[in-house]
């Protein structure tokens, strides 16, 4: 997350546009979001430049701020296809619901003057069951270099 709302601007600004992608897939997974270690609400903002928080969510009817990652996609002039994949853990669950819920009103700008819309036909949403966390299995592998086994 930090990437997407401090670099992504430069990132189109210079290569990406280069490049003139037609789709672009980006995915947040759960440890992506600003400091996820501390538990802190999952926010996601296109319209605002900078770190969006839960006290500064944009409206449907506000525009998209200059240097905000949504304002990038204007850069973007042969883009067709705009894939968000959104990842966290079950306890955040409402959360992501929320910023989910707010997704329709994204409408991204793009350069020629069109602009991207969810297909809320192609939305999705998969549970699975996996680790924890990134360190809970790092430890055990650890204990278990050191010859210690994990219980």
């Known amino acids: 997350q930090y990437w ?5 601007i430069n990132l189109v600004s210079s290569h990406i546009r280069i490049l003139k992608p037609r789709v672009l897939h980006l995915t947040l997974q759960h440890g992506d979001w600003w400091w996820w270690e ?28 200059e240097g905000s990652w949504g304002n990038g996609f204007r850069r973007l002039r042969d883009l067709k296809e705009f894939k968000l994949e959104l990842e966290t853990s079950i306890l955040k669950r409402d959360e992501l619901d929320g910023i989910v819920g707010r997704a329709p009103t994204w409408q ?44």
């Open 4 to 8: 997407l709302e401090s670099q992504w």
């Open 38 to 65: 501390s538990g802190a609400p999952l926010c996601l903002d296109p319209k605002l430049q900078g770190r969006a928080s839960d006290s500064s969510i944009s409206e449907a009817s506000d525009d998209f701020a």
């Open 108 to 151: 991204f700008p793009l350069g020629d003057g069109n602009v991207l819309i969810l297909d809320e036909s192609k939305t999705t949403t998969k549970t699975w069951i996996g680790q924890r966390d990134y360190y809970e299995e790092t430890q055990q592998r650890h204990q278990y270099w050191r010859g210690q086994h994990p219980l």
